[in-house]
């Protein structure tokens, strides 16, 4: 049986954490920021984690199920 290939687009924008959980970053920072408040780019910046029914997905697609 070949092996399994992980998702080109999914090892780019997702990492583990050392507990397994799985990190993202927020979208919406990348151009026209300049309607966007001070606070809000600021909170864009921070990663955050995946949501718990999303990980199944991402974990198919990185090959660690």
């Known amino acids: 049986m ?3 290939k992980t998702k080109s687009s999914a090892k ?3 990492k583990l954490t ?3 959980k799985i990190k993202r970053k927020h ?3 990348s151009h026209i920021l300049t309607k966007k408040s001070k606070k ?3 909170k ?3 990663s955050t984690l995946v ?3 999303d990980e199944p997905n991402i974990k198919d697609q ?3 199920r």
Request: aromatic share 8%; with cysteine; charged share 30%.
């Open 2 to 4: 070949p092996k399994q």
């Open 12 to 14: 780019k924008r997702f």
């Open 18 to 20: 050392g507990s397994g």
């Open 27 to 29: 979208a919406f920072k």
């Open 40 to 42: 809000r780019k600021l």
């Open 44 to 46: 864009l910046t921070h």
């Open 51 to 53: 949501h718990k029914a």
């Open 62 to 64: 990185l090959c660690l």
